[in-house]
């Protein structure tokens, strides 16, 4: 049963991620990437905060871990510096650690 609960899980988690990234990220910034890793973090957060065992296992690797992309960032932020966009880079990346790392934070006080 944690199995079948863990793919739709994940299924649903990248379904919501495309969505919000299509209709989020803008030609001049990720908005959406950024959203949806900040979104998932403080989700993450709140979880860790409230729950352990198999539910916080599903829910935050499967879940938030299909939801949130770390790789579409990297890929983000390497493209940036490819194409010049040195500034944009390092505001995304710092952006997106700190964001996360609040949002995480944030998620677990409310949580506890």
């Known amino acids: 049963m944690t199995a079948i609960a863990f793919i739709g ?8 991620r495309s969505g919000l990234i299509a209709g989020l990220n803008r030609p001049s910034f990720p908005v959406g990437t950024l959203v ?6 403080a989700v993450a957060g709140a979880l860790h905060a409230r729950f352990n065992g198999p539910f916080a296992t599903v829910a ?18 390497a493209d940036d510096l490819n194409d010049g966009r040195r500034v944009r880079a390092a505001a995304y990346t710092v952006a997106t650690v700190v964001g996360s790392v609040a ?10």
Not at 9 to 15: E, K, N, R, S, T
Not at 36 to 41: A, D, E, F, L, R
Not at 60 to 77: D, M, Q, R
Not at 103 to 112: I, P
Request: include cysteine.
């Open 9 to 16: 899980v994940c299924v649903l988690g990248a379904w919501a």
């Open 36 to 41: 949806v890793n900040c979104i998932g973090s």
């Open 60 to 77: 935050v690797t499967g879940a938030l871990g299909a939801f949130t992309t770390f790789s579409t960032f990297s890929v983000e932020v």
């Open 103 to 112: 949002a995480a934070a944030l998620g677990a006080a409310v949580a506890a």
